[in-house]
């Protein structure tokens, strides 16, 4: 069983891994055939840990680029389910995020994402 | 605490409702004070047993418009986490997650849906 406490030091140690986009912080979190899918039934998720720290450092984020607050919302046996919000700096709107994080051991060996733009006010829909 | 059974006797109650759009289909899956949120955090959220039936038929689909396959994530105290595939005849594939948190007779007080598109 996973704990929201282990949950929450896996959120914030990917968090700082985000920030400092460093190969062994992001592989840190990960185990070693993990799958990191960047949506639901993701067609071309990333397979293993080797391929997740590719992906992420050719898809990487300026450490000064965004805010993200996350709380763990719920535990379902080994699987978290963190509840976030993304803030851009830039020009890109706030992102509604669910994660589904599957860890063994304190690292993901499963992780999904579902995200939503928000509207900003006066947009079309 | 919610289980695996009421979820699936309350998810097929909502696709009976999505065929049907009767307004006593509908309100029988809600408490009279629920929330429906069309996304996380509803700007626009249907109020109340009234609310939702009002909402959802002013969007209803028609049966024969779309398929739907779901499983069960998990459940964590009596709220409940579905993810699903709707497929539309015309228009895009949703992967769609619903967070259904359940009153003790088996009714939903607040409904949220993480609705993404294929395209």
């Not at chain 1, 840990?49 to 046996?77: C, Q, T, Y």
């Not at chain 1, 706030?94 to 928000?118: I, K, M, P, Q």
């Not at chain 2, 994530?73 to 009596?78: K, M, Q, S, V």
Request: net charge negative; hydrophobic share 40%.
């Amino acid at each position: 069983m996973t704990t929201p406490t282990e949950a929450e030091a896996w959120v914030d140690a990917y968090k700082n891994a985000w920030i400092s986009n460093d190969a062994d912080a992001i592989a840190a979190l990960f185990t070693e055939d993990a799958v990191y899918e960047l949506r639901p039934s993701d067609p071309e998720p990333w397979r293993g840990r080797d391929a997740i720290v590719a992906g992420w450092l050719d898809e990487l984020d300026s450490p000064d680029s965004w805010k993200l607050d996350f709380e763990i919302e719920a535990v379902l046996g080994e699987t978290a389910v963190v509840r976030a919000v993304t803030e851009y700096l830039d020009d890109r709107p706030t992102f509604d995020n669910l994660w589904f994080v599957t860890l063994e051991g304190g690292r993901a060996s499963h992780f999904t994402e579902w995200y939503l733009a928000r509207e900003t006010s006066g947009e079309a829909s | 605490m919610t289980t695996p059974d009421e979820v699936t006797r309350w998810v097929d109650a909502y696709q009976k409702a999505w065929t049907s759009n009767d307004p006593d289909d509908i309100r029988a899956l809600f408490t009279l004070d629920a929330v429906y949120n069309g996304r996380p955090d509803d700007p626009e959220a249907w109020r109340g047993a009234d609310g939702i039936v009002a909402g959802w038929l002013d969007h209803r689909d028609e049966p024969g418009d779309w398929t739907f396959e779901w499983n069960l994530l998990g459940i964590a105290g009596d709220v409940a986490y579905v993810q699903n595939l709707t497929t539309y005849v015309e228009g895009p594939d949703y992967d769609n997650l619903w967070v259904i948190a359940f009153d003790p007779d088996g009714r939903a007080r607040a409904f949220t849906e993480w609705a993404m598109s294929r395209d």
